[in-house]
């Protein structure tokens, strides 16, 4: 029997969210943001996102790997050392915002409802997070179409971008369009009192993740500043 997904308030993942992006700025030792993405590897695998904290975590071992044996000289001009510096502090970042990404818009709508936040703050986040994924599945499609095609080659690099940027500017308009067109359909501009399907609660398991994050923050920034001298 499949064990159902933990599900977790949107204010609870900002909170998340929040705070490792400040502890990604704090952090100043490898080995302490490699203990941070551990604990975000566990968040998302809670929610069932088990591909997608994995690859992360193991990602970011590997890039901490890279810095530790390249010492300060990075790999090549490519990936110089401060590049793989910002990419494992990233990484931890995108690890809270895959799991907000991932929700439901009319959740996120109505999260923001509650919060109370004016509509020229929600609003755009709201569309932002619902953008991201549509772009990617079409991101994908666009590039399942040209494979077909033959058009994808390592010999002709530019033709192939050329190829994959235009469809890709040409559908985003549309997307944006169509998403603009559906809030409309669904009141988001009207000025009363919004109604949703979903019950938006902050439940004992929120407080709980709250703790357990800010608790493991803690031990992370303990670490970072009196383990790894």
């Known amino acids: 029997m499949r064990r159902s997904a933990l599900h977790v308030d949107f204010r609870a993942k900002l909170a998340v969210f929040a705070l490792m992006f400040v502890l990604s700025a704090l952090l100043t030792h490898d080995g302490s943001v490699c203990l941070a993405m551990l604990f975000m590897m566990l968040y998302l695998c ?15 071992c590997a890039i901490a790997l890279l810095r530790s044996l390249s010492g300060s000289e990075g790999i090549t001009i490519f990936l110089p050392d401060v590049l793989l510096f910002a990419i494992l502090r990233i990484s931890l970042v995108m690890m809270a915002a895959f799991a907000m990404v991932r ?7 109505a999260a923001f409802m509650k919060m109370r ?4 703050l929600a609003l755009p986040i709201t569309f932002m997070l619902r953008f991201a994924p549509t ?3 079409e991101f994908r499609t666009v590039l399942a179409a040209l494979r077909m095609r033959g058009l994808l080659s390592l010999a002709h690099p530019l033709r192939a971008f050329e190829y994959t940027l235009i469809p890709m500017i040409t559908r985003s308009s549309v997307i944006s369009d169509d998403l603009a067109a559906s ?40 670490v970072d500043k009196w383990v790894m001298i």
């Open 117 to 120: 936040l004016p509509s020229a």
């Open 183 to 222: 809030a409309e359909l669904r009141g988001i501009s009207n000025p009363g009192t919004h109604s949703s399907l979903r019950l938006i609660r902050f439940q004992m398991i929120d407080g709980i993740l709250l703790i357990l994050a800010f608790v493991f923050s803690a031990i992370c920034l303990y």
């Open 46 to 60: 809670a929610q069932s996102f088990y591909r997608a904290g994995i690859i992360y975590f193991f990602a970011g």
């Open 135 to 137: 772009v990617r599945g």
């Open 103 to 109: 929700m439901p818009p009319g959740e996120i709508t």
